[in-house]
């Protein structure tokens, strides 16, 4: 099995209903599967995170989830054209598998929400992108070829999936664009699979 692994960190669910319809976008592929994951918050005043089990909603990923996924969403709310701290402390605890190349050559695409029109959509998919180069992972866009990406008037970039979550709930474009990075993801896991 062909295991995608969807990270994500949501504050007020828009980044987690994302993750969601990424995940069916990746289970459109016969003998893939969505693993989805989420991180804890951390502390405003320190680093510690935290309980080790999250009382609803995804469990909390581990570097062993990276480790042996096929390929990688990441998503984040926007925090300042960047992403969240949340996020952020998990990727910077993942130097371990830099030193072993674990994830060198596996695909990977990012997705986010934001409440404002202009706090940096694009810029924060940027930002995300930088780790996972470092880590010689294969960056995913969004097809060309995706209609939805062309119709939209709400979110959605070639980056990655976009959401303006205080405008309304996903859109049909939005949850369209999701589902195809999702599906691209699956198949570039399932063909470097079929590869190696």
Not at 25 to 46: K, N, Q
Request: aromatic share 6%; charged share 15%; hydrophobic share 35%.
């Amino acid at each position: 099995m062909t295991k995608i692994l969807i990270l994500y960190y949501s504050r007020n669910g828009t980044t987690e209903k994302m993750a969601y319809q990424i995940a069916l976008g990746v289970e459109s592929l016969e003998g893939v599967d969505a693993v989805i994951r989420t991180v804890p918050e951390i502390s405003s005043v320190c680093e510690q995170t935290e309980n080790s089990i999250p009382e609803k909603g995804a469990p909390f990923a581990t570097l062993d989830d990276l480790k042996s996924c096929h390929g990688l969403a990441l998503g984040s709310p926007t925090h300042f054209g960047n992403m969240a701290g949340a996020l952020k402390h998990f990727i910077d605890q993942t130097t371990g598998l830099w030193f072993s190349a674990a994830l060198s050559g596996k695909p990977a695409g990012v997705f986010t929400s934001s409440s404002a029109m202009h706090s940096g959509h694009e810029s924060t998919l940027l930002s995300m992108m930088l780790p996972l180069i470092h880590h010689g992972m294969l960056i995913m866009s969004v097809p060309c070829n995706e209609i939805a990406l062309k119709e939209t008037n709400t979110g959605g970039t070639p980056y990655g999936p976009s959401h303006l979550s205080t405008a309304h709930d996903l859109s049909s474009d939005e949850k369209s664009i999701c589902r195809a990075l999702g599906h691209r993801l699956a198949q570039t896991s399932v063909a470097l699979k079929n590869i190696s």
